[in-house]
């Protein structure tokens, strides 16, 4: 499956964003998928993610209750809706699927597919 992300942009604190990662050369309800963000100077990081195995997501400390992950089997699209936002969810967001059913924010190296990034900043 290929991965295009898109959807990023500066904004405000307190602002929102919805990125989207249109996949193609698959279905991408059999897969399980997520969005990772790299800050500059810092390590990758898992932001949230949906097992195919039942549909449950699981979110980041960090982002809970601002940022909802979801997926639109009909456009074979995913997305990271982000309110609330803040100068520290500034990074470069990348989307992410693999085959196996079962989704983990825990590491990257899960992740068999990526899509190539797109910039989100958050300033006044």
């Known amino acids: 499956v290929q991965l295009q992300a898109s959807g990023g942009g500066l904004v405000q604190p307190g602002g929102s964003l919805r990125l989207s990662c249109a996949a193609s050369?698959?279905?991408?309800?059999?897969?399980?998928i997520g969005w990772f963000r790299q800050a500059p100077g810092k390590q990758r990081e898992g932001v949230a993610c949906?097992?195919?195995?039942?549909?449950?997501?699981t979110y980041a400390d960090s982002v809970k209750g601002r940022f909802t992950i979801s997926r639109d089997n009909d456009k074979n699209t995913m997305y990271l809706q982000m309110n609330s936002l803040k100068t520290e969810d500034t990074a470069v967001y990348f989307c992410?699927?693999?085959?196996?059913?079962?989704?983990?924010?825990?590491?990257?190296?899960?992740?068999?597919?990526w899509g190539q990034g797109t910039q989100v900043t958050v300033s006044s």
């Open positions: 949906i097992s195919s195995a039942d549909g449950s997501a």
């Open positions: 992410v699927a693999d085959g196996r059913r079962l989704c983990i924010i825990d590491s990257a190296l899960w992740y068999h597919h």
């Open positions: 050369g698959s279905t991408l309800g059999q897969y399980a």
